[in-house]
């Protein structure tokens, strides 16, 4: 059994991440990672007739050039195992198309890039594949008119909102090679506290990632400090306050490096408001700036905890309230 | 390496099949496999406000049900694998919600419960979980207006279209105890031979079917005589038909008995059109039927073929064409 506790996996043998690429839009680009970012788009339709168009040669190219600094071409790809937050998760299915590897779609919302991780290391670890890619996107464009209005319609945004972000990252999973590895996970469970604001989506995410990351370092034993660097998905400047206090009320004081990659992605004055939120953001916030630092030496050991909010358009106009999901995956320099 | 050639897993271990559950509506409950089915609906709102709630209620009945028959509580279930052809899988999702389970959301499409199904044998044969709830549904009514157009509409139907399936299929795979076994499979790869009418998904389809089921005997050295009964998903008449010729082309000559779920499950004259599509199509057909067939030893060895429609309503009027895929899974009596 590889598993320790109830959702935690520690890899025996840890798939190494040899390759890895962000591609991300030009607001994106002008935010705190910009430098890192493999592609910068100049205009968000990326040469597309529409914004879905342009969302899947987005993850096409992170995609492609992950495997390229892989050193691999596509024949060496066992699986590919990705998502993205749009209707039947297009972007990626057809992103995949035109390659010979095995297709295993998935939706974990914006915590599919987790999923994908997770999942990845496992059918490695099990001795099922040798090789596989994991991606995940979103788009600004493509999500808004597809969860709230049509853009043209310039409706006002509430505080607590967060901006999708126009992003992709991808990675590539190994049974062999060197870099950072990817020692394990723990897998999420679905905490619904009922919220039912689809513009407070932090607010609905963070009891799930505070599960999560409570049960990450009750069943490893390991403390905060563990880890140079800590990082949740999507959970924006206030999803984060709200998860600190939450951590704290079961005993978990995080230290000050513990951030979010959405309350991170932009500089302050790009109205964003509460942050960036999407499937890209943390995929591609780990996919350039931590994977480059992990590559660099300067970071050793990193938890990435990609947050999910589990609504559809027709369920927030149902009233229902707002499953929240999250996975956390470590990464560790040997 | 528990894989054999590029495609095609076979477990040392394989995973028994403990529990298994079909909740079907009323038109299906007409249908060729009324009497197998777990539940049938009177009304297919099943009580519900909306369709999609209704979907919802049938997937977590299916489940609940299956996990009573493995003579479990939710308690003993490590992981639920799950997904439907709802946008982001929104049945799923809820119906998971509230047990304390891990969750792992898919899609697949209609081939979604072939990939619940392998990736969750990959999961307890490669010693990551023990017992794993996988399921599947799809919903007539919220299909339908999310696909194509509002059903107040009445839109005359094209003869090649099929009828979404109102069913959710549920399945309790255990490493240990008795009765029939995952004993592997093969995951698809994503083929596109450029259909671009929504109407005629059998025809998308019928491609990746023929390359999985191909790459299936390929790998294994079977002959489609080493098992009693081959089905694929939800082709429908005239994509069997198709898919029987693409078979033939490549050398393959399919027994008599070769049928697909989507094209049996409903009565002649029940203006099903092809038939049945949806992911709950051979999700429930397998969960009733062939679970009970060899449940009682009528059935030694099957191999189901579940195939899924990459499309979106957005990818549609964007006349993107309709990638299809499909997964194999066998499930042999001891």
Redesign the interface.
Known sequence: ???IG??T?IFDKPPFIIGASAVAGPKEAKGNFGDYFDLNLKDDAFGE??Y??AECKMQKTAMESAVEKARLTFEDI??ILS?D??????AS??A??????????????CATFG?AAI?GG??I??????RVLCAASSHFSSAER?YRYPLELGNQRPPSSQWTVTAAGAIVLSVNGDGPRLTGGT????V?MGVTDANNMGAAMAPAACECIYAHFKETGRAPDYYDLILTGDLGKFGHSLLLRLLKEKGVDMPESFNDCGAMIYKDGQEAFQGGSGAGCCGAVFSSFIYKQMSAGRLGRVLIVPTGA??????AE?G?SI?G?AHAFSVENP
Chains 1, 2 share one sequence.
């Open positions: 059994m590889r598993r109830n959702q996996f007739k529409s879905e168009k066992d699986a998502g937050i749009s209707n039947q998760i297009t299915s057809f995949a198309r035109g390659h010979n590897s095995m297709y295993l779609g998935l939706y974990g919302a999923e999942l496992m059918l670890c099990g001795g099922f594949m040798n597809q897998v999420g469970k679905i619904d589990l609504l559809s358009k027709t369920s149902q229902e499953p999901i």
